[in-house]
């Protein structure tokens, strides 16, 4: 994942607002996905938005996309300690073939 | 959103023997799957992309012959770890692409199966 660089941990107190960013470098990128991975388990797909939006809400998660930065931002409101894994930010690129290109992954640790 | 199985979850073989890991797309149809390897505290490193009737893509300096796939359906691809070393210890994860427009998704999206932990003996 060197073209999708995440910070590696976040540590948030319960109830509070956690947010989690991404940068990413290919202009190209037509879909990016925010996915949750819990200890042991595969990757699950939280949410995702179009290259085209700025902006989308599904319940508690909100994902801000500047396109002219490169980032990428998931918000988790009123953050539950079952929140607490390991979010990895993806780009799909549209180089002529899919090809998804994830981040390092970013710990999220909810205290109680 | 779609549902993708892998089996088995965990495995621990000798060293020098084969291991076949099974991912199965349960509720469409994937022209298309990918299999994954995860290192511990690491991002998911894209090993091949399996297509379905024809041969996979490895990625660069991942061995074929080493890492054998087979795409013999649209709903399964196996992933065949042929005389496997402790260093092919290894959380694998495959997923496979929706064409269609999945429930909660785009139809681009990647659903992911549950990983395989494989520890080499």
């Known amino acids: 994942g060197e073209d999708v660089e995440q910070s590696l941990f976040l540590s948030v107190r319960e109830g509070d607002s956690s947010v989690i960013n991404c940068t990413y470098t290919?202009?190209?990128?037509?879909?990016l996905y925010w996915y949750k991975q819990e200890p042991g388990a595969g990757l699950q797909l939280l949410t995702y938005?179009?290259?085209?939006?700025d902006m989308k809400q599904d319940q508690r998660l909100t994902v801000l996309l500047n396109k002219k930065d490169k980032h990428l931002s998931l918000r988790i409101a009123d953050t539950q300690t079952g929140d607490s894994a390991i979010y990895f930010c993806a780009e799909k690129r549209d180089t002529g073939g899919f090809k998804t290109i994830f981040g390092a992954g970013t710990r999220l640790f909810v205290k109680a | 959103g779609a549902v993708v199985s892998q089996h088995p979850s965990r495995v621990i073989c000798k060293s020098g023997t084969s291991v076949k890991i099974e991912c199965r797309s349960l509720d469409f149809q994937a022209t298309t799957m990918f299999w994954y390897r995860q290192f511990p505290k690491q991002s998911l490193m894209l090993m091949a992309t399996?297509?379905?009737?024809?041969?996979?893509?490895?990625e660069q300096g991942v061995e074929k012959d080493k890492f054998l796939i087979n795409h013999a359906s649209l709903t399964l691809s196996t992933l065949t770890v042929t005389s496997a070393h402790p260093e092919d210890s290894s959380f694998y994860i495959c997923?496979?692409?929706?064409?269609?427009?999945?429930?909660?998704?785009?139809?681009?999206?990647?659903?992911f199966g549950p990983g395989t932990r494989l520890t080499v003996l």
């Open positions: 399996s297509n379905e009737g024809s041969k996979a893509t490895y």
């Open positions: 290919d202009s190209s990128s037509t879909y």
């Open positions: 997923s496979a692409r929706d064409p269609g427009l999945a429930k909660g998704g785009t139809s681009d999206t990647q659903y």
């Open positions: 938005i179009f290259s085209n939006m």
